[in-house]
């Protein structure tokens, strides 16, 4: 398996750590008391406020941002490129990704667009990385 593939499930397993963030503070507490309710769990989700909020939306933009990863990591191995420019991207991939949930949660909008950004760049060089 190649550090590309295994951040492949790193990326997988990221929405659902943002996910865990987010209903966190509702956990063992009961529904009558805001507690996280697991019978009706999106609208739950949103009516959530602060940085429970910006985890979920966290969780959704790392669930929007998986298929082109995915794709630039399959098609860079298929192609034969580089193996070591492949999982140097990705590894890149997830390090932006981490800051950018933690950016997310902590409110910083500008320096959060910023590590989308260079997220989005790296898949982007996956895909280029096919060409070389």
């Keep these: 398996m190649t550090l590309a593939t295994v951040c492949v499930l790193i990326a997988c397993l990221l929405p659902i750590v943002c996910a865990g963030i987010a209903k966190s503070p509702g956990f063992g507490k009961p529904r009558r008391e805001?507690?996280?309710d697991n019978r009706n769990p999106r609208a739950w989700m949103a009516g959530l406020e602060g940085w429970q909020a910006r985890a979920n939306a966290a969780?959704?933009?790392?669930?929007e941002a998986?298929?082109?990863?995915?794709a630039g990591v399959v098609l860079a191995q298929q192609a034969g490129a580089d193996q070591a420019l492949v999982d140097g991207l990705a590894i890149a991939f997830i390090v932006l990704r981490a800051g950018y949930i933690?950016?997310?949660?902590?409110?910083v909008a500008t320096f959060r667009s910023?590590?989308?950004?260079?997220?989005m760049a790296c898949c982007v060089g996956?895909?280029?990385?096919?060409a070389l």
């Excluded at 996956?126 to 096919?130: A, C, G, P, V």
């Design 114 to 119: 910023l590590l989308w950004a260079a997220a």
């Design 66 to 70: 998986l298929p082109v990863f995915i």
């Design 102 to 107: 933690a950016a997310y949660l902590r409110d």
């Design 34 to 36: 805001g507690g996280f």
């Design 126 to 130: 996956l895909f280029i990385s096919t």
């Design 59 to 63: 969780q959704q933009n790392s669930f």
